[in-house]
């Protein structure tokens, strides 16, 4: 059963900084994983999907990249601004058949950028 | 020109009743799932639909029935509601099963 690990799961910043949110799974048979964030009582937005075939993708100032030897993903944000603060989501969708179609979650990072 | 809908975006009940959920989507997709969050912030798919077909069911009690009338929407509707119902539920649709997922707001359930 794949589990999803994030890491921290608060983290406090002052603006301008540079920062890493990090992602561990346990099932190395994913077929794609997309960090989404979530603000207070709203939905998720989608930030970035990348492939199993993919290391990175990038957005903007978002940067996430994918290591599944290591069963890890990490997604960097430079240059954090407070409009950046929320509740960050690592999903996988699984790669074997069966229809297996629904996103495995991680439980979140909330992070508070500090003006 | 929302592209997921979810109506209502409150609803609170008495143990027992039976209530539906209303979902949308106009970005042409042809997958849509039903997720649901816990009061600890906790997401698990409950169900997926592709082409009117149910896809998935993460042992979600029979309570649960999702209800497609077409491909832009997937209605959830829950029999004989229970304290424990109450959280928040999200839509969501793909182009395909394996593409980027696009949430709705969330539909937030409150049973007493």
């Known amino acids: 059963k794949q589990e999803v690990t994030q890491i921290p799961a608060a983290l406090s910043v002052p603006e301008g900084e540079n920062l890493v949110l990090n992602c561990s799974f346990t099932d190395s048979a994913i077929y794609n994983l997309q960090w989404f964030r979530q603000d207070p009582g709203k939905g998720l937005t989608s930030l970035l999907l990348i492939q199993s075939s993919q290391r990175e993708q990038t957005s903007g100032r978002l940067n996430a990249s994918l290591d599944k030897s290591s069963g890890r993903s990490t997604l960097y944000i430079a240059a954090s601004q407070p409009g950046d603060s929320a509740t960050y989501l690592c999903a996988l969708k699984r790669g074997s058949g069966g229809g297996a179609d629904g996103l495995t979650f991680g439980k979140g990072t909330h992070l508070i950028i500090q003006p | 020109d929302t592209a997921v809908s979810q109506t209502p975006k409150y609803l609170v009940t008495q143990m027992g009743n039976d209530k539906s959920i209303k979902c949308e989507q106009n970005?042409?997709?042809?997958?849509m799932y039903w997720y649901k969050q816990d009061s600890k912030k906790f997401l698990k798919i409950m169900f997926s639909?592709?082409?009117?077909?149910?896809?998935i069911n993460e042992t979600v009690p029979n309570r649960f029935s999702p209800k497609s009338p077409d491909k832009a929407h997937l209605n959830l509707h829950i029999n004989s509601l229970e304290l424990g119902d109450s959280a928040v539920y999200f839509c969501?649709?793909?182009?395909?099963?394996?593409?980027?997922?696009?949430f709705g707001p969330g539909t937030r359930l409150l049973v007493l």
């Open positions: 970005l042409g997709h042809d997958t």
């Open positions: 639909y592709n082409n009117k077909e149910l896809i």
């Open positions: 969501a649709s793909s182009r395909g099963r394996q593409e980027t997922q696009y």
